[in-house]
């Protein structure tokens, strides 16, 4: 899939200059910034807490973290879906513009119009961009809202027999940085997908396989699953996040597979159940 960018004559910085990877301690980001530092590449940490703080929530932050940046990594917190995630997206975007920025990489998510108007204004903002359009992160399953349940037995969530293409992070972070130091992805929308469509319950089953333990899937009522949810002290604000997820995300608009990962890569997306082995291996679900 490809989307047409506007761009203008721009001043070069070196390859040395940094990139800014926001959300640079989380799922993508951490990621993103090692593969970039596996090239030899700087990075520029965006975080509260980094040397030269970066907050979404904070808006006076953004100049400071963008200054003398090559490119940017743009991980939205908490999600694209959420209100007023364009028009944070728009803003950063100029400054970003301003500041001499040469290459944008959005993380976006799959089947939200919220986070595919984020798209345009990215792909519209007179910088060459690229958007990773996300399915769900397996990885939720082993660093997410999900491993308590994988370590518990049971997995309870409301979400029945719809099924879903999860896609590994890694795939994802290997796109974001190609596309962050290689020519050839700007203007490219790159849909990526895990390369087949499980439910929770068969996700769920190939992480037992890969554990050698018993490991249930629970579907639950959405009010059942919200009440308990609230219960453990979940914010008002993040349900609400939840349920646009599990209800509209999750109501079958995602059943089928995309290349996106091929498209960037020129490999495969890696399936569910080399994450699961993988991450078995690696110890994410051991009883300590």
């Keep these: 899939m490809t989307a047409e960018t506007t761009t ?26 090692a593969g970039l530092a596996a090239r030899g590449l700087p990075v520029r940490i965006g975080s509260r807490s980094a040397e030269v703080p970066f907050d979404w929530d904070d808006p006076t932050t953004w100049r400071a973290a963008l200054r003398g940046t090559r490119a940017a990594y743009l991980a939205f917190v908490p999600d694209l879906a959420v209100e007023g995630s364009t028009d944070a997206i728009r803003a950063l975007s100029a400054i970003a513009f301003e500041e001499g920025v040469q290459r944008l990489v959005l993380l976006s998510g799959r089947g939200e119009p919220a986070a595919q108007r984020s798209e345009e204004v990215v ?16 990885q939720n399953f082993s660093e997410g809202y999900l491993l308590d349940g994988v370590l518990s037995g049971v997995v309870a969530l409301p979400a029945d027999a719809v099924r879903e293409p999860f896609v590994d ?16 992805h700007a ?36 009010s059942v699953w919200t009440a308990e949810m609230a219960r453990h002290g979940v914010p008002d604000d993040v ?6 997820l599990f209800t ?41």
């Design 8 to 33: 203008t004559s721009r001043s070069t910085l070196p390859i040395t200059a940094p990139t800014l990877v926001t959300g640079g301690t989380g799922k993508t980001g951490r990621r993103v910034a």
């Design 187 to 222: 203007g490219r929308v790159y849909e990526a997908t895990g390369p087949e469509l499980l439910t929770f319950a068969d996700a769920v089953a190939e992480i037992a396989a890969a554990t050698g333990r018993e490991i249930a899937y629970q579907p639950l009522p959405m």
């Design 248 to 288: 509209e995300v999750l109501d079958g608009r995602n059943e089928s597979t995309a290349d996106g990962v091929a498209q960037g890569l020129g490999r495969p997306a890696r399936p569910f159940r080399w994450f699961a082995r993988r991450a078995a291996a690696a110890g994410a679900w051991s009883a300590s």
């Design 123 to 138: 792909l519209g903002s007179g910088i060459p961009a690229t958007v990773v359009r996300a399915s769900w992160f397996a």
């Design 169 to 184: 992070v890694d795939d994802l972070a290997e796109l974001a940085v190609a596309a962050l130091t290689e020519d050839g």
């Design 239 to 244: 349900l609400d996040l939840l349920r646009f």
